[in-house]
């Protein structure tokens, strides 16, 4: 292993820092019986789909970092990671539809927004599915191209004002 294989984890990881400290907050906040305002009613009173969204995103964030390393893709810890990562990333994208049709529109959102949340949640988790599929065949070029289109939308997703960023 090289250092030079790790630069581009090592940045993933950073670029995750910003939604996972936001998530964390968001968490923090939830579990603190909070005051119910605006802002956070909607959380509030339904948690579990921003917890899903928050916990599934940090570890697909941080772990998929992780599989754009060279070595460990020649290994079984890409195929372990991958078993995990599939659940996670699936758990973002379809607890993101869900707040998008469960939770009531914020007041900063119109419904441009929502739309994006709809398409961008859609296809990471279509491509999350086309990327497993291919895998499954064994058919590993499309299978990257999948992948990485679909931790793209997630790790694009987390870095602009969303339902699980505290206002």
């Given at each position: 292993?090289?250092?030079?294989e790790w630069?581009?984890?090592?940045?993933?990881?950073?670029?995750?820092?910003?939604?996972?400290?936001?998530g964390?907050?968001?968490?923090?906040?939830?579990?603190?019986?909070?005051?119910?305002?605006?802002?956070?009613?909607?959380?509030?009173?339904?948690?579990?789909?921003?917890?899903?969204?928050?916990?599934?995103?940090?570890?697909?964030?941080?772990?998929?970092?992780?599989?754009?390393?060279?070595s460990?893709?020649?290994?079984?810890?890409?195929?372990?990671?991958?078993?995990?990562?599939?659940?996670?990333?699936?758990?973002?994208?379809?607890?993101?539809?869900?707040?998008?049709?469960?939770?009531?529109?914020?007041?900063?959102?119109?419904?441009?927004?929502?739309?994006?949340?709809?398409?961008?949640?859609?296809?990471?988790?279509?491509?999350?599915?086309?990327?497993?599929?291919?895998?499954?065949?064994?058919?590993?070029?499309?299978?990257?191209?999948?992948?990485?289109?679909?931790?793209?939308?997630?790790?694009?997703?987390?870095?602009?004002?969303?339902?699980?960023?505290?206002?």
């Open positions: 292993m090289t250092l030079r630069r581009l984890p090592a940045a993933l990881i950073l670029l995750g820092l910003v939604p996972v400290i936001a964390a907050a968001r968490v923090t906040e939830l579990g603190s019986s909070p005051e119910v305002t605006p802002d956070n009613a909607r959380f509030v009173g339904d948690p579990v789909p921003v917890v899903l969204h928050i916990v599934g995103a940090v570890i697909y964030a941080w772990l998929g970092a992780f599989q754009f390393v060279p460990l893709r020649r290994r079984r810890w890409h195929r372990w990671a991958g078993r995990v990562l599939v659940p996670c990333g699936l758990t973002v994208a379809l607890s993101g539809l869900w707040m998008t049709f469960a939770y009531d529109l914020p007041a900063h959102d119109n419904a441009i927004v929502n739309g994006e949340r709809v398409v961008f949640g859609s296809a990471m988790a279509v491509f999350i599915v086309l990327g497993l599929a291919a895998a499954l065949r064994r058919d590993f070029g499309p299978h990257r191209a999948w992948m990485v289109r679909a931790y793209a939308i997630g790790l694009g997703a987390g870095h602009r004002r969303s339902p699980t960023r505290p206002t």
